[in-house]
């Protein structure tokens, strides 16, 4: 009988032997299925690189066509250009031939010009030979050097020139009248009639009117306090006196007097004057005269039928209600100037509307918000270009005084018919000294003249009438001085309407009887 620890030994010794045959037939299996794995796998990869073998070769030829195919077309394309290469040098020298031919003939042509200068140079010697032998010949006949005789010959010729230019000058201006001063005397006298305004009644005081004096005390206050701050505040000066019911409100601007003159009207009416309420009373009128200047220019624009004008233009045209040149007020000037625009532009067969605008804002530079050096013609066509106006109501507004240069039809019309605005009768009040200079002014540039004996300006300067001494001055000469007076007067002077300048020349003869 076995112990039991060798029957354990001997099993343990059994299952370790069946394990290794277990392990090496497993081996074995996994061996061959490995090998057949390895043998699909690279069956597999065989096929995929025939494949991809065949799909290189295939693109290799593709590109291999369009290789040849773009070489193919390159060497097309050579070939045209080196035919036209070849046709180009063909021309150039055929072009050179005929450029050497040409160069050949101009060559030959230069010889045979050569050649001839040379003989027109022995002809032009001969010719001076002759000439100088003919001038002595003439010299000694006459007795006269050719000097002498030239200016001699050139001094007639002068006279006989400036005569038959004088002739021609006047020829011309007869016929100038004979043919427009008709028709522009029909225009401008129907214009003017058809037109009727105020006459000037501006000036630089108002007078404001109280119903008892003892208002005049409240007005100036304690120490004067309230006339102070009243004038620091309009800007005007206030003349508080002895005349009964009355106080002078005095100032150039008439925008300050109608603010100064509201703000009393108001301040008496409410009863309350003292320096507060004079500011806020003040600082309301002021509002309200702003205001009113923008229904000014409203009513305006709309009463002339002028649309489209700028908000600001709309401003200034109101603002002209309360200025004046020369005593005439500036609104109504503008409007009269307007409505002759549009007259005049219509009898001339142009557009009334362009014309009547132009003339509305002819003077707008008078009315400037800023200080400006510019004359106002100047200033208003600026001011009319910055508000998107038309080029030609700019030229108009800005020629209307000649300080520019006029390039549209409707630059004249607003020159005219703001002369005629301006120097009908009743317009304008002239301050007398200016009145008194320009007469002698007048006067003073016919006296400069060589010649002159007398002037006489009539007819309130719109006449100089000229006496010439008759030993002194021709009738071929009388026609010329009476230009240039003209011209002189109109270069150097400023006058409204036109100036007529009559020289008169005659001759007496005076004896005595003994």
């Given amino acids: ?109 230069q010889s045979r010009l050569a050649n001839q200068q040379a003989l027109l140079v022995k002809k032009e010697e001969e010719l001076e030979q002759m000439q100088s032998k003919e001038r002595e010949k003439l010299e000694a006949l006459s007795g006269l050097s050719a000097q002498e005789a030239k200016e001699r010959l050139i001094e007639s010729l002068k006279d006989e020139a400036r005569t038959e230019a004088q002739s021609l000058i006047n020829d011309m201006i007869d016929d100038a009248k004979m043919t427009a001063n008709k028709e522009a005397k029909r225009i401008v006298i129907q214009t003017i009639q058809r037109t009727a305004t105020e006459t000037a009644i501006e ?74 309420r004079i500011e806020e009373v003040v600082a309301k009128v002021m509002k309200q005269v702003d205001e009113e200047i923008l229904e000014t220019g409203k009513r305006t624009t709309i009463d002339l039928g002028i649309h ?16 004046s040149s020369y005593g005439q007020n500036l609104l109504q000037h503008a409007r009269e100037t307007a409505n002759l625009c549009a007259v005049m532009a219509s009898e001339l067969g142009l557009n009334p509307k362009k014309a009547k605008r132009a003339g509305l804002l002819h003077d707008i530079g008078k009315v400037p918000d800023e200080e ?13 270009e910055r508000y998107k106006e038309k080029p030609d109501i700019c030229n108009a507004i800005g020629a209307h005084h000649d300080e520019m240069e006029m390039t549209s039809l409707i630059a004249p019309i607003v020159q005219v018919c703001d002369a005629i605005s301006g120097a009908r009768p009743g317009a304008r009040r002239e301050i007398v000294e200016a009145y008194i200079k320009r007469l002698n002014d007048l006067e003073n540039i016919a006296m400069s003249y060589p010649g002159v004996q007398k002037t006489y300006a009539i007819q309130a300067g719109r006449e100089l009438r000229v ?44 004896s005595y009887a003994k």
């Fill in 467 to 510: 006496i010439v001494g008759a030993d002194k001055i021709d009738d071929k000469q009388i026609d010329e001085l009476s230009a240039n007076i003209a011209t002189r007067i109109q270069n150097e002077m400023t006058y409204p309407g036109q100036v007529k300048i009559t020289v008169i020349r005659e001759t007496r003869a005076v």
């Fill in 308 to 323: 489209g004008l700028h908000p600001e233009l709309i401003r200034i045209v109101g603002k002209m209600k309360y200025r």
């Fill in 203 to 276: 000036n630089s005081v108002t007078v404001f009117h109280i119903d008892n004096d003892e208002v005049k005390g409240r007005i100036i206050g304690r120490e004067g306090r309230n006339i102070r701050t009243l004038e620091a505040a309009t800007g005007v000066e206030i003349v508080v006196d002895d005349t009964p019911e009355a106080i002078v409100i005095s100032a150039f601007d008439p925008v300050r007097r109608e603010i100064c003159r509201l703000a009393l009207h108001q301040l008496i009416a409410d009863g309350r004057i003292h320096p507060a």
């Fill in 1 to 109: 009988m076995q112990s039991p620890i060798i029957t354990i030994v001997i099993a343990i010794i059994a299952l370790a032997a069946g394990c290794g045959i277990g392990f090496g037939i497993y081996k074995y299996v996994l061996k061959s299925r490995l090998n057949k794995m390895l043998e699909e796998a690279n069956k597999e990869a065989d096929v995929i690189k025939e494949k991809k073998m065949l799909e290189v070769k295939e693109k290799f030829l593709n590109k291999k066509a369009e290789l040849e195919k773009e070489v193919q077309t390159r060497n097309q394309k050579l070939l045209q250009t080196e035919n036209k290469l070849k046709q180009r040098e063909i021309g150039l020298n055929q072009r050179q031939e005929e450029l050497n031919k040409r160069k050949q003939e101009m060559d030959s042509q």
């Fill in 372 to 384: 400006s050096e510019k004359p106002h013609a100047i200033y208003g066509a600026e001011l009319a």
